[in-house]
């Protein structure tokens, strides 16, 4: 049987678990309280959390320990933390429920890297549309500042560290780290050019250090029950449970907190196998900019950065969309293509022209008006907006197209020529 | 420490921190771009200077892509090529096809790149966008479908003009580039919007559809309203100028000019204009040949010669005329025996005429004013007055530097001024004697103008000022239109000469006109003639000219009733003359009463000549078209007066001939010192009471020329007029906005409007000089009545 | 013998048949004279003749005063002036072409991006005055209006080999 929910939905079992006091019963606010204490040195921590391995669960998997360690907490000037709560990606609803039933756990982690970067003023930015949560961390927030846990000079350690909130307004591309923090700032969510780092010019031009809330959710855990313990919970380079956001056509959907290197199959049986007992077609393995996988490939892998990595797509988010034999792929890229170019920011030419192009082409193909040469206009149009763009808005259109161009060709060819579905025999539902 | 890069296989040492495409441009090296300009900063959006790096996967943007040492950089590579292709293909799916109806086509960058790396055939086939247009106000047309979103005009209004006017709105293929609520640029420098935008989205409105790129010839220029001498290129199409656009200068202008210098040629091509010489016979103006009008020109002065004498003539010439008219103006005066010559039309005070050098001139570059580290300016509107002395003074600020106002109006400015220290009109002085105390005091230098120092007490605010010109290294203090023109300007420039002295710092004038410069150095001016040689006998200057007044005035493109200070006082002198001579290039219907002969001259853009700028740069210019109707060259109109005068040394065949003469003069010719010190007055004149009238020219207001360009007077900078009153003032008096009223200065009165603003201080009164309707007011700072009617 | 053929032919008029045989064929083949002005030799759609201004069958001129064949007259002989009109389209104020420059060469018509200015198969025109040479907007419009059936045949027969 595999182990669920040990790291970020630990306290999903106990009643009310979003109070202070839940979270505290199950160990919570242990290592912030320790360290406003003891005042551990701060590279054992960085040490702790470089061991544990644990990737950054947004999306690009990028080392958390490593990450940390880009910001020197004696550098003079204000640093700042930010939590990128913006959750935007289709297929993906883990940091939702993060700070609906557990947002201390987010707290004592960003209280934590705060420390460890000698940051004294972090903002979460949340997704506008989320209701609850926005609800959930603001009481989370008024508690942890009444119980001393948040403020000036925490409890006599002279450390101080404040935490506000921030509400988005509704775009995707926020959830990019450098626009997120060009929204902040109060500006358009427009990414910025990459270099500079945020790591060195970050939110009002200060260093900054972005993590998801999956990844500050993490630390607390690691730190307290040691990253050795972590590692195993994982494989190597792949510490750590890791949640997974299953939807489409299975019985349960929902949120999954499971090891990492969990084969496909486990999670899909946790899931409540296939709806109907249909046989599966493919999956999208990490959020909707993730290459698709097909069935065969699926069935055979095991859900970590590496081996997913391997396969051709990524573990992203983790969103692992599910469909069955009865989906038809031109509608489901049809689906993609139109929701990023609606999130396009528009800064740069080719996503901006690019991306109302590709939608335009399969809404046509979708509707019984392709021509023959739109699948190689497609995949070249894709190509050339991969790569070249200043965030990668451009690449998470450009993948899925070309990959279910790949995988799907014969789909795509019948609807261009009879106008109608392969799989359904509709052109439109 | 340099370090080593290859582009194209050339290799190149060049300075870390700089970006591939700086490079590139700077060894010719074409790399295709859009969004980057080398003037704003670096938004790497458009993605057209992809370029190819060795060690990375993916092409980079050049524009934002700082060199490293050994890298490795191919334009033309395949890698490149595709990408810059792929880009190319992208702004083009939604860029309507419309270059025959576009005014950018044939200049238009994007056509260029189009044709280099552009497809002969579009793969999408499907519907454009369109875009609703943006109505940003009577300069600026927009056609907003032809937006390729570089976003140049945004970072312009941010970075450059200081107002976020422009934005993007919406996202994905929804953007679009406009002002989100409707309304006109204000900027002084908006127009420049047009020269940036590399497609034709922002075009020129006034030049909308009446020329291509290609029929249009280009002639060097240098603008004739300020006194910065931005360069121009004027082009022009069968003898008429078409528009202006800038020329690159980076000690001047850089690569901007403000909307004055770009538009005002919309005023050559004016009605108003006149074309031939014309005579008042028996009060009825007859359009004569230029023969007979010369001939009567000097008939006439040489009667006024014989029954009065010659020093009973007035010479006046605005302050915009070229080196070689002011010359020969003062030549040919001089020549007849007459010293009353003056292009100081807009001052009022004169004492410190002898203490001036022998040319007014900046102590920095223009180019240097960004380094400064204080600026303080004295009664200016530098925004208006010198917009792009302006500009360098707001980098300054950028900068990081001071910049302090001391001002009798809360001018609104592109940025927030450091301090601002505000008093009434008449106060200045007293404000400047207050920080003067502050610096003696704490130099401990209190022995000069003492009991001048003493007779005034410190102000909090007047110490702040002399704290930040002491921490200062060398504070520049630049006196404007509205210390210049003050009564008290003497004392003014005396007290900015001590303060700076006090503080080891410079002083400079930001001189009316667009050759001030060049008036002081040919003497056009009562008491020093050419290159600053004190004259026989001390002369009258403007304004002693209109009190006495004369029986015979010679102007010279100046209309009085516009373009001087106490204008009432003028056009009584000019109304009780027996002659006065206009050489003018545009007649007012006031010219038609007070004038007796007009000569039609050469306005800006027909005549060649010289302007020396603030910073004593000459600039030589030839003419870009031939005059309009029968008007000639102002020079070639005085070298002729000359000649039909019978005086000696005027027979120049070129102009140049008259510039070479200067020059000459001013190598062989060692100007006397200027005077000893100044004598400070023991105590400040008494400062009167009551509502008290502060002049000044409204930016579209300044000359003739920028008078008759329609749409500039369309702006909303262009101004009506008004009287401006502060809203405590407005409230004592008991008046609304709007309300017209009776301004009365001794006999004379005149009828405007209430404008309130919070901009004005205590009981001064703005009203503007350049209008008829304000003309009627004998004192430009003088105090005046204002009646409810 | 041949003195005796020789003088048959004489008395025969022989040769006078021999040359009349030629005569005679002519003067039964088919003619190439043409009447002129009654009748007209035929030309192609590509003559260039006289010049016109076309409309669009809303009545809408199709001049958009861009100026491409202006600036591609390699004689000089066209000469615009623009503005915008009432309704802010771009349209010429003056479009003259001096006839006497012109060279008749088609480049005017070939880079026109709306098909405006042609040259018409006309071809007989002459001039009575000084001046009437320059034809102006006005007259190239009129002449347009009147042929406008036949350039519009013209350039549908010639439209396959563009």
Same mark, same amino acid.
């Given at each position: ?13 106990? /009643? ?28 054992? =921590? ?41 959750? $935007? ?8 429920? =993060?700070?609906? *039933? ?9 209280? =934590? ?27 989370? &927030? ?18 101080? *560290?404040? &935490? ?74 792949? $510490? ?18 499971? /090891?990492?290197?969990? /084969? *496909?199959?486990?999670?899909?049986? &946790? ?67 139109? *929701? ?15 991306? $109302? ?73 | ?73 191919? !334009? ?245 005329? !070229? ?29 410190? %005429? %002898?203490?001036?050098?022998? +040319? ?22 530098? %925004? ?58 704490? @130099?401990?230098? !209190? ?24 921490? #200062? ?19 003014? +420039? ?100 007070? #004038? ?25 210019? @030839? ?56 004598? +400070? ?14 002049? +000044? ?30 809203? @405590? ?7 609304? #906005? ?35 309707? !304000? ?15 | ?162």
């Amino acid at each position: 049987m595999v182990k669920m929910n040990q790291v970020c939905y630990r306290t999903l079992d106990m /009643p009310e678990p979003w109070r202070l006091a839940t979270y505290e019963a199950a160990g919570g606010y242990q290592v912030w309280r320790k360290i406003l204490q003891e005042g551990t040195p701060r590279d054992q =921590i960085l040490e702790e959390m470089k061991k544990s391995s644990l990737r950054g669960r947004g999306g690009a998997g990028f080392p958390t320990g490593l990450k940390w360690s880009f910001l020197n907490p004696n550098t003079p000037g204000q640093k700042y933390l930010v939590c990128n709560s913006d959750e $935007g990606e289709p297929g993906t609803c883990k940091d939702r429920d =993060i700070l609906r *039933f557990n947002p201390h756990q987010v707290i004592e982690g960003m209280a =934590i890297a705060g420390y460890v970067m000698g940051v004294t003023v972090a903002y979460n930015y949340i997704r506008g549309e989320f209701y609850e949560p926005i609800e959930r961390f603001e009481a989370a &927030l008024k508690e942890a500042r009444a119980a001393g846990l948040l403020g000036v000079n925490l409890q006599g350690s002279g450390v101080d *560290f404040e &935490l506000h909130m921030h509400i988005g307004a509704g775009a995707y591309i926020c959830g990019e780290e450098t626009a997120l923090l060009e929204s902040l700032e109060g500006k358009k969510g427009y990414p910025r050019f990459k270099p500079p780092f945020p790591a060195s010019y970050g939110l009002y031009g200060k260093p900054t250090t972005v993590n998801n809330t999956e990844s500050f959710a993490s630390v607390p855990v690691i730190l307290s029950k040691g990253p050795d313990w972590f590692l195993e919970e994982g494989i190597p380079n792949n $510490g750590g449970p890791k949640i997974f956001c299953v939807s489409g056509h299975v019985n349960k959907p929902g949120n999954y907190e499971i /090891p990492l290197g969990t /084969p *496909f199959k486990d999670l899909l049986e &946790l899931a409540g196998g296939m709806r109907n007992g249909r046989p599966l077609k493919a999956v999208i393995p990490g959020g909707s900019s993730a290459p698709v996988l097909l069935a065969d490939t699926m069935m055979n892998i095991t859900m970590d950065y590496d081996a997913l990595a391997k396969a051709g797509s990524m573990l992203g988010s983790g969103a692992v969309i599910v469909m069955d034999d009865t989906t038809c792929m031109v509608r489901v890229l049809a689906r993609l293509a139109h *929701f990023y170019s609606e999130e396009s920011c528009g800064q740069c030419s080719p996503c901006r022209e690019g991306s $109302g192009w590709v939608a335009r082409i399969v809404h046509r193909i979708l509707h019984g008006e392709g021509k023959p040469g739109d699948l190689e206009l497609l995949d070249n149009v894709a190509g050339n907006m991969m790569g070249r763009t200043i965030c990668v808005l451009a690449d998470a259109l450009a993948m899925p197209v070309q990959s279910f161009i790949r995988c799907f060709r014969d789909e795509f060819e019948y609807f261009i020529q009879h106008g109608k579905s392969l799989v359904d025999g509709g052109k439109l539902r | 420490m340099k370090i080593e890069i290859e582009i194209d296989g050339k290799s190149f040492e060049v300075e870390p921190g700089k970006m591939i495409i700086e490079v590139a441009d700077a060894a010719g090296i074409v790399i295709p771009r859009f969004c980057y300009h080398k003037k704003l900063s670096v938004a790497a959006n458009c993605r057209m200077c992809l370029v190819d790096v060795e060690k990375s996967r993916k092409p980079l943007p050049a524009c934002a892509t700082p060199v490293t040492p050994g890298m490795v950089v191919r !334009t033309r590579s395949k890698l490149a090529l595709d990408a810059q292709k792929a880009v190319m293909e992208f702004l083009l799916i939604n860029h309507p096809l419309d270059c025959p109806i576009c005014d950018q086509g044939g200049q238009c960058e994007l056509q260029d790149i189009a044709l280099g790396y552009g497809s002969d055939n579009s793969r999408y086939d499907q519907g454009k966008r369109s875009v609703k247009d943006k109505n940003l106000g009577p300069l600026i047309e927009t056609e907003m479908t032809r937006c390729i979103h570089c976003t140049r005009c945004v970072r312009f209004g941010r970075e450059i003009a200081g107002i976020s006017e422009m934005g993007s709105i919406g996202r994905g293929e929804d953007t679009e580039i406009g002002t989100y609520v409707e309304k006109s640029l204000t900027s002084e420098l908006s127009a420049n919007i047009i020269d940036l935008c590399p497609v034709g989205a922002l075009t020129n409105k006034p030049f909308r559809y009446r020329a291509r790129a290609w029929e249009l010839t280009q002639h060097s220029g240098v603008s004739p309203h300020d006194c910065v001498g931005s360069n121009l290129h004027i082009h022009t199409r069968r003898n008429a100028v078409m528009r202006v656009v800038p020329k690159e200068n980076e000690g001047i202008n850089e690569t901007w000019i403000s909307d004055r210098d770009r538009f005002s040629c919309e005023g050559l091509s004016s009605p108003e204009r006149v074309t031939s010489p014309q005579l008042k016979r028996h009060g009825q103006w007859e359009t004569v040949d230029w023969q007979t009008a010369l001939q009567t020109v000097v008939e006439a002065l040489q009667d006024v010669t014989e029954h009065h004498s010659a020093d009973r003539i007035g010479g006046i010439i605005s302050p915009n005329a !070229t080196v070689e008219e002011l010359f020969l103006f003062q030549k040919l005066l001089r020549g007849m025996g007459c010293h009353n010559i003056d292009h100081r039309i807009t001052q009022t005070d004169f004492h410190y %005429q %002898q203490a001036m050098p022998t +040319y007014p001139k900046l102590p920095v570059s223009i180019a240097d004013i960004e380094q400064q580290e204080l600026i303080v300016v004295i009664g200016g509107n530098t %925004q208006h007055e010198q917009p792009l002395i302006h500009h360098r003074i707001r980098k300054a600020w950028d900068n990081g530097a001071k910049v302090i106002m001391i001002n009798p109006v809360d001018f609104e400015f592109n940025f927030t001024p450091t301090q601002t220290l505000l008093v009434e009109n008449r106060r200045l002085p007293e404000a400047l004697t207050g920080v003067t105390r502050c610096l003696a005091e704490s @130099q401990q230098d !209190t022995e000069i103008a003492k009991d001048l120092l003493q007779s005034v007490a410190v102000t909090p605010a007047h110490r702040e000022v002399a704290d930040a010109l002491l921490s #200062a290294k060398a504070p520049l203090i630049l006196l404007g239109a509205g210390a210049q023109n003050h009564p008290q300007a003497g004392l003014m +420039y005396a007290l900015a000469e001590r303060m700076a002295q006090l503080s080891n710092g410079n002083v400079g004038l930001l001189t009316a006109g667009a050759n001030a410069a060049g008036a002081w150095l040919v003497g056009a001016v009562p008491h020093r003639g050419p290159t600053g040689l004190n004259v026989s006998k001390p002369a009258l200057d403007v304004q002693r000219m209109w009190e006495s007044e004369l029986p015979a005035y010679v102007l010279f493109n100046v209309e009085p009733e516009h373009d001087c200070a106490n204008s009432a006082k003028a056009l009584k002198a000019l109304s009780q003359a027996a002659l006065v001579i206009c050489l003018t290039s545009y007649k007012t219907p006031a010219m038609e009463q007070y #004038a007796d002969i007009i000569l039609p001259i050469a306005s800006f853009a027909e005549t060649p000549g010289t302007f020396i700028n603030v910073e004593g740069r000459w600039q030589s210019f @030839q003419a870009a078209v031939i005059p309009k109707g029968e008007s000639r060259p102002g020079w070639k109109v005085l070298r002729v007066l000359g000649n039909l005068l019978s005086l000696d040394g005027f027979n120049y065949v070129v102009n140049t001939e008259v510039t070479d003469e200067l020059r000459s003069l001013a190598t062989t010719n060692t100007p006397e010192q200027p005077a000893g010190p100044w004598r +400070y007055p023991s105590h400040l004149p008494t400062v009167s009471e009551g509502v008290e009238r502060f002049c +000044y020219w409204p930016i579209y207001r300044s000359d003739s020329v920028v008078r008759h360009s329609q749409p500039l007077q369309k702006t909303p900078l262009s101004e009506t007029p008004v009287v401006t009153m502060s809203p @405590q003032l407005a409230q004592r008096l008991g008046l609304e #906005a709007g309300t017209e009223v009776k301004v009365s200065q001794g006999g004379d009165a005149v009828v405007l409007q209430v404008c309130i603003s919070h901009r004005m201080v205590g009981d001064t009164v703005g009203i503007a000089a350049g209008f008829l309707e !304000t003309a009627g007011l004998a004192e430009s700072f003088g105090t005046v009545k204002i009646e409810r009617i | 013998m041949s003195q005796f053929l020789e003088k048959i032919k004489s008395f025969t008029l022989w040769e006078l048949l021999v040359g009349m045989k030629l005569t005679g064929r002519y003067l039964f083949s088919k003619k190439v004279t043409i009447q002129f002005p009654e009748e007209s030799t035929p030309t192609s759609p590509r003559f260039r003749g006289l010049h016109a201004l076309r409309r669009y069958p809303n009545g809408e001129e199709r001049c958009i005063a861009c100026k491409l064949c202006e600036a591609v007259c390699p004689a000089l002989a066209i000469t615009i002036e623009a503005a915008p009109r009432a309704d802010n389209s771009r349209r010429t104020t003056v479009y003259e072409i001096d006839l006497f420059k012109c060279i008749y060469c088609g480049f005017c018509e070939e880079s026109c991006p709306v098909d405006s200015i042609v040259e018409t198969t006309l071809k007989n025109y002459h001039f009575t005055q000084r001046g009437q040479n320059i034809m102006n907007k006005q007259e190239l419009l009129a002449i347009g209006d009147e042929f406008e059936q036949d350039i519009a045949r013209d350039k549908a027969d010639d439209a396959a080999f563009r």
